[in-house]
C-alpha cells in the first residue's frame, strides 16, 4: 500500500527488523507497546486505522502525506 520496506518499518518506529520478519510470518504476536510504535509509523506515512463500525468491520485508508514534517517514503 505505502511501498515502506520491513527495514524501513523497522527504522522508523524502532522495532527490530527481524521481530517484523516475525511477526509477518506469525512465528511472534507484537505486545501493545510495538503495536503502538508500529501503528504510529504507519499513520506517520499516511496510513489511517478505521475501526470496526458494525457493518464493514475494520479497515485502513491511505493519504499520502504533505510534503515536510512527516516521513516520506523516498
Do not use: C, W
Not at 515502506?4 to 518506529?13: I, W, Y
Not at 507484537?30 to 470496526?52: C, M, S, W, Y
Request: proline fraction near 5%; charge should be positive.
Amino acid at each position: 500500500m505505502i511501498g515502506l520496506s520491513q527495514r524501513e518499518l523497522a527504522s522508523q518506529s524502532g522495532v527490530a527488523h527481524r521481530t517484523l520478519a516475525d511477526f509477518e510470518t506469525g512465528t511472534r504476536q507484537p505486545n501493545h507497546r510495538t503495536a503502538g510504535a508500529i501503528k504510529e509509523a504507519l499513520e506517520l506515512q499516511g496510513v489511517t486505522f478505521l475501526k470496526d463500525d458494525g457493518e464493514f468491520g475494520p479497515g485502513v485508508r491511505y493519504k499520502p502525506p504533505k510534503q515536510g514534517g512527516r516521513f516520506t517514503n523516498g
